[in-house]
């Protein structure tokens, strides 16, 4: 009895992921970018308004440990500033989406949604993050890269 259910469990869960992925800009022979001042030195603008915005081109940060994605989404948002230089304030609001990946345990990974504001405005952006495939970290359209120090 046990084993039928670890069996019906692993159905269920392979069940809910299709066998192709949709993410459409994984690289992974992309190099994550140097961290300085606990953020990254993000050096280029995303030229695709889609970028970060549309579950099918997230912000690829991966390939990292569940328990550095905190740190590592951290970086990237200490790495930017708002449109005018505004002050950048973040949570993750949700995940979503699971897609097939070699790079976790499970054989699937998910992305997080996370909601971002910038000082001085109500509005609320979302973006989503994938933090088990690799991919070009960019400047989504409506932000700014930080100049740091």
């Known amino acids: ?3 039928l259910f670890s069996i019906a469990i692993v159905i269920l869960l392979t069940s ?3 066998t192709k992925s949709t993410l459409k800009n994984v690289d992974p022979t992309a190099i994550r970018p140097l961290v300085k001042d606990k953020a990254y030195v993000i050096t280029e603008y995303a030229t695709d308004g889609k970028y970060g915005y549309d579950p099918d081109y997230p912000i690829n940060i991966g390939n990292i440990r569940e328990n550095q994605e905190d740190i590592n989404i951290a970086y990237y948002f200490n790495g930017l500033e708002g449109p005018k230089g505004e002050k950048i304030s973040f949570k993750k609001v949700d995940t979503c989406c699971p897609f097939p990946s070699k790079n976790t345990t499970m054989g699937a990974g998910t992305l997080g949604i996370y909601e971002v504001t910038f ?4 509005k609320k952006t979302m973006l989503y993050f994938n933090i088990y495939e690799k991919g070009k970290i960019l400047c989504p359209k409506g932000f700014t890269i930080k100049k740091l120090l």
């Open 1 to 3: 009895m046990k084993h």
């Open 16 to 18: 809910c992921v299709s």
């Open 119 to 122: 000082e001085g405005n109500d």
